[in-house]
């Protein structure tokens, strides 16, 4: 009986002591006495690493600061000395009377003076043209940058509302010869603008007098069309189709019996259109 006994209380007992809770709660007074074992040491040790570790921060914090104040103390030593250098002294200023003398101008050049000279002064000129402005241009996409400067030049014109005598050399060939002629050039970029019979220049010297506003007041004086006006017989194109041959640029001779070329049209069968260009 005293066998079985033993065998019941050794029964009672738990297989694995981790699954019992007051030991593993509360341990045993020799385990909190005896030396800890060397991997329950390892956390002590990362507290103190990381201590080293924030201690080598703050000495870099610090000297990092004590060479702005450095850096400071120079930049304020060098302003404080360029501004001093920059600064005049009151023996190096000039007296009143001479800064007088000075600011006054010689003579007064008006904006309307300036103007008058640079139309005068151009040496080139379209005979006929007195009373209008030209422009030599061409509608062709074939090089990317003409057409470019030859839309903005238009569109600069038309935001005036003057009338503008356009002549597009890929319409008729004999615009392409005057142009030549006047200009004493063969090799002549687009477009090219004279206003009262006198040469301005191309589109970048158009461009520089629209934004300052010269152009504005070279215009003054020409007469301004309404608003959305667009002609109803070219559309803005300025050619039509020739009215005595159609466009076939082709007429019979009825003396003869035969076809001839038609001497009122272009090499395109187009004339100038009568409404918006007579």
């Not at 090219?192 to 006198?198: A, D, L, M, P, S």
Request: charged share 25%.
């Amino acid at each position: 009986m005293a066998d079985c006994g033993k065998k019941l209380e050794l029964s009672e007992k738990p297989r694995f002591s981790f699954f019992n809770r007051s030991l593993s709660m509360y341990p045993a007074a020799s385990a909190m006495d005896s030396p800890l074992k060397p991997h329950l040491q390892t956390p002590l040790e990362r507290t103190s690493s990381f201590s080293k570790l924030y201690n080598s921060i703050e000495s870099v914090r610090s000297t990092s600061n004590s060479i702005k104040g450095k850096v400071k103390k120079l930049c304020s030593i060098f302003e404080t000395t360029a501004t001093a250098k920059a600064l005049p002294s009151p023996s190096d200023e000039p007296p009143q009377s001479q800064l007088s003398s000075k600011l006054k101008p010689s003579k007064s050049i008006g904006p309307d003076c300036r103007i008058s000279s640079f139309l005068t002064s151009s040496t080139i000129r379209l005979p006929g043209t007195e009373d209008r402005i030209v422009v030599f241009l061409t509608s062709l996409r074939g090089i990317r940058r003409t057409y470019e400067d030859c839309y903005a030049v238009r569109t600069i014109f038309r935001g005036f509302r003057v009338w503008v005598d356009e002549r597009d050399i890929s319409m008729d060939s004999a615009y392409r010869i005057e142009l030549q002629s006047v200009l004493g050039n063969k090799n002549v970029g687009l477009p090219q603008v004279f206003i009262r019979g006198n040469y301005v220049g191309g589109a970048e010297v158009i461009k520089q007098l629209f934004e300052t506003g010269e152009l504005a007041k070279i215009l003054e004086g020409f007469p301004v069309r309404e608003p959305g006006f667009r002609c109803e017989s070219c559309g803005d194109v300025r050619f039509v189709p020739c009215l005595n041959c159609s466009g076939s640029r082709k007429v019979f001779d009825e003396d003869k019996g035969m076809l001839k070329r038609c001497l009122e049209c272009n090499e395109n069968g187009l004339i100038r259109c009568p409404d918006c260009c007579s």
